[in-house]
């Protein structure tokens, strides 16, 4: 069954029927998100549960992208990616944590800004160049070292 983009968002991708719709006569079926990159439909519990004692895993029938139970939450998508970007934006600036005083100029404050930002979209959205940006935070993170411990011990007292 092929819905509108729109209508997807709160419909059992399986059945069609959303968790609030009256027809609905199952009380207890919630819907869970299929967390895997490039799904994000939905499923009510009782519909997976019934794909899921027939096969392992089954294809998404509005994308096609594999389920499997380990991809399933009750959160949404955008709270995990929310909570995704947080989580790397924590330990991304933890380790770039300049301010614009340790710049000759706001233009070299702002590029610094500019990578930093490029950087954190790359992995949290698993870019194809996230490894590479992983890497280079760790790389960055080596080479200045004594300096990042510096700038947070400072604002550790401020």
């Given at each position: ?6 209508d997807?968002?709160?419909r ?15 009380s ?42 380990a ?9 995990m990616?929310c ?19 340790d710049?000759?100029?706001l233009?070299?404050?702002n ?23 992983k ?24």
């Amino acid at each position: 069954m092929m819905m509108a983009e729109d209508d997807d968002l709160d419909r059992c991708a399986l059945c069609g029927v959303s968790e609030n719709d009256s027809s609905n006569l199952t009380s207890q079926n919630t819907l869970q998100t299929n967390v895997s990159l490039g799904c994000g439909h939905q499923f009510h519990t009782q519909c997976v549960e019934r794909e899921f004692t027939r096969r392992k895993t089954f294809p998404c029938p509005i994308c096609n992208t594999t389920v499997k139970k380990a991809t399933l939450s009750t959160r949404s998508l955008d709270d995990m990616q929310c909570e995704k970007d947080t989580s790397w934006r924590r330990r991304v600036m933890k380790v770039f944590n300049k301010v614009e005083n340790d710049f000759s100029s706001l233009l070299e404050y702002n590029n610094y800004l500019e990578e930093r930002e490029d950087i954190i979209f790359s992995i949290v959205n698993e870019e194809p160049d996230a490894e590479d940006s992983k890497a280079k935070v760790k790389a960055y993170e080596a080479e200045n070292k004594s300096q990042i411990v510096i700038r947070q011990s400072i604002r550790g007292r401020e």
